[in-house]
């Protein structure tokens, strides 16, 4: 990705805290590279290279400053800078797809070759694949040293690490010290992991907690006050996950179980989807205009797991936001799994495809109290998510995953629509039959023509259209 020298030093003159993420600065004389949002003192311009992601400062030589930690940056550059593919990888990434895969098995995941995947990672984002990934997994690991008690050996590991003695080896190699020489030292066993993650001001924390709360799922989700708690499952490991924002920081903090240690990069990524916070909100407002301009830091409430808003959209089908939460709480009483957490009202995660899809649709029928119908939909989306024919995640192909939705009996364009908006975090997503949407609109139709003048953010004008205005 081409960046302007100039304008790039514009915004670090300011420490303008909108270009947070969206690039770093190597500063030839210190050989350290920053956010925009460094306090330390500005270097001169001749000694600045600008630079689209850590990895790339990386790559050139630079090593990560300790006082504005490049890691806590918003997790990726401005949405509309690099492809949807790059943003795919990114992302896929961050989930730790290279952990045990290899760059030919996640370019097939995302239905390109790997000489194509490693082409585009250069030329969007100055590195490959395999360089994103090493670049991600010390930066986490710097992280996890920095803000938890966890032993060197857990970071490596939960990082994404197969070898401690790599891990210590590759450490020193890039940063010029040691692991244990970070380690912040204290006494005891963890009872939970702190982190942060940083975000593109504007942002509505508020109406967040407000459209989560309202459709929160008893037993698994809980909003108390100004945080967001719920229980997580990745893979063997579960626990519990809190979010709240940060006093005089553009950053959630995030609170989580020590189980959750060893999927530390899948925990934070699932949060980063839910909370939405990898957005520049900035264009997407200018080009919502008037729709936008009484709320320029609406974001659209992603998943952790995107299965359960497929789940929560079927069981919301003809019946009202507190019919759907109703159904909900009976099918986590038959097929959830119980857990323990310190957090009153967490007690259950939500079910899984597979669980579900033991179920008969008859008796899916008599337990939620539905029609045989919706039960049967409900069925067939659980057994195809658990047989692999539909995978539910972001970054896969959006126009052919609603198809494979839409080709299940009982799940029609709403819903398909509605899961992509949601848990595939599809910005152009537009479920034009809603009800809220066709009444502010004037019918499905004029909601369809109207809406073409806000491609590709139609999933945030949706947003701004259910939101009360302030």
């Not at 939909?377 to 539909?390: K, M, N, P």
């Not at 819903?415 to 949407?437: E, H, K, M, N």
Request: with cysteine; aromatic share 6%.
């Amino acid at each position: 990705m081409e960046l302007d020298p100039q304008a790039c030093y514009r915004a670090l003159v300011t420490h303008d805290a909108r270009f947070d993420g969206a690039f770093f600065v190597g500063v030839k004389t210190t050989g350290i590279y920053c956010r925009t949002v460094c306090r330390a003192k500005t270097p001169r311009a001749d000694r600045c290279t600008f630079y689209p992601t850590a990895a790339a400062a990386e790559r050139a030589g630079y090593r990560p400053c300790l006082r504005c930690r490049p890691e806590l940056a918003p997790g990726h550059s401005p949405v509309d800078a690099v492809g949807r593919l790059a943003r795919a990888l990114m992302s896929r990434i961050e989930d730790g797809a290279l952990r045990d895969g290899s760059v030919d098995d996640l370019a097939a995941s995302l239905g390109v070759s790997g000489r194509h995947l490693r082409r585009v990672s250069l030329a969007e984002l100055g590195v490959t694949p395999i360089e994103l990934a090493q670049t991600h997994r010390l930066l986490t690991a710097k992280r996890l040293l920095t803000d938890t008690a966890m032993t060197v050996a857990d970071v490596a590991f939960a990082s994404g690490f197969s070898s401690l003695s790599r891990f210590n080896t590759l450490f020193r190699e890039r940063y010029r010290l040691s692991p244990t020489d970070l380690r912040r030292r204290r006494g005891g066993a963890p009872s939970m992991i702190v982190t942060e993650i940083g975000y593109v001001p504007p942002y509505d924390w508020e109406a967040l907690l407000v459209f989560d709360g309202t459709r929160v799922w008893d037993g698994v989700e809980r909003v108390d006050g100004d945080r967001y708690l719920r229980t997580v499952r990745v893979g063997p490991c579960t626990g519990w996950v809190g979010v709240s924002p940060v006093a005089g920081r553009h950053a959630l903090g995030v609170e989580m179980s020590a189980s959750l240690a060893p999927a530390f990069l899948a925990v934070v990524a699932g949060v980063k989807r839910v909370c939405d916070t990898a957005v520049d909100p900035e264009p997407i407002a200018r080009h919502l205009g008037p729709l936008a301009a009484g709320n320029p830091g609406l974001r659209v409430p992603g998943a952790f797991e995107p299965f359960e808003i497929a789940v929560r959209a079927v069981l919301g089908q003809q019946v009202s936001i507190a019919g759907a939460t109703t159904l909900a709480a009976r099918l986590l009483a038959l097929a959830g799994e119980p857990i323990e957490t310190p957090h009153e009202g967490l007690s259950r995660l939500s079910p899984t495809p597979e669980a579900i899809a033991r179920l008969t649709p008859e008796g899916l029928a008599g337990s939620l109290r539905v029609p045989l119908s919706r039960a049967r939909a409900l069925h067939a989306l659980s057994a195809a998510v658990a047989e692999g024919r539909i995978v539910l995640r972001p970054g896969v192909e959006v126009a052919s995953t609603i198809a494979a939705l839409k080709a299940l009996s009982g799940i029609g364009e709403w819903t398909a629509q509605y899961i992509a908006l949601r848990g595939l975090s599809w910005p152009d997503a537009f479920p034009a039959s809603d009800l809220g949407i066709v009444k502010a609109l004037g019918g499905e139709k004029e909601a369809l023509r109207v809406a073409e003048a806000w491609r590709p953010w139609r999933a945030y004008a949706a947003m701004h259209i259910w939101t009360p205005a302030k």
